[in-house]
């Protein structure tokens, strides 16, 4: 089965600072990756996902950027952080060819000060 | 284009109770249904599927959903509930490649 990583588990960061979220994934190979955000109270907002190595497709424009160094590394960035950008970070996977669930690792709480 | 509601974004019972958590979708296509829960500062996990097949699907604990392809439904029962069932209960939809979640449904299950 698969195990999504994710750290940090919380993080506080002032505006204008840069941020680096990283995600890997274990028990899998060639996986589709995913960032979610969950903004208070809310559902789930998709933000990037890619379906290889140097694949990010982006659903929406914002000042977050998205990198897939390698296979089971999903990374995700920005070069100066806005109050916006605060909320609960999710990365995910798709679980098998045919079993279209996702996995999801614990989460970053990201609070913008 | 593709979209979930839940009814409710909060469903409060009491210990033992009948748990009914409502999912209504829209789809071009046919979908593949899911039910996540998500406890405080945590990750989704999957409670149950839909994908084809037999309509009445079962989950982890003790949960269980039946897709109704007239009604567009999804609904979330368990016969009773647990204290350790309070959550947020998120219900998806995958068709065409794409997911959508529903906005959640917070479940508060009262001793």
């Known amino acids: 089965s698969q195990t999504i990583h994710q750290w940090p588990a919380t993080l506080v960061q002032p505006v204008g600072s840069p941020l680096s979220l990283e995600c890997t994934v274990e028990g899998t190979s060639n996986p589709n990756l995913y960032w979610y955000r969950q903004a208070a109270g809310r559902g789930l907002q998709l933000l990037f996902y890619s379906v290889g190595i140097g694949q990010i497709s982006s659903e929406v424009p914002q000042n977050l950027s998205a990198s897939r160094p390698q296979d089971r590394q999903f990374i995700l960035s920005s070069k100066k952080l806005l109050l916006s950008d605060s909320g609960f970070y999710l990365c995910a996977s798709i679980r098998g060819h045919r079993d279209y669930g996702y996995t999801f690792g614990s989460g970053t709480r990201l609070t913008v000060v | 284009a593709q979209s979930v509601t839940q009814l409710g974004s909060h469903v409060s019972v009491s210990e033992g109770a009948l748990v009914l958590l409502r999912c209504n979708y829209s789809s071009s296509v046919p979908p593949y249904l899911f039910w996540y829960v998500q406890y405080p500062n945590q990750g989704l996990q999957l409670l149950l599927k839909?994908?084809?097949?037999?309509?009445l699907v079962k989950g982890i604990n003790g949960f269980e959903a039946e897709f109704k392809k007239s009604e567009t439904s999804f609904h979330l029962t368990k016969p009773s509930a647990h204290m350790s069932d309070a959550a947020e209960y998120f219900c998806?939809?995958?068709?065409?490649?794409?997911?959508?979640f529903g906005d959640g449904t917070t479940l508060t299950v009262k001793p």
């Open positions: 998806a939809v995958r068709s065409a490649g794409k997911s959508t």
């Open positions: 839909y994908t084809t097949g037999a309509t």
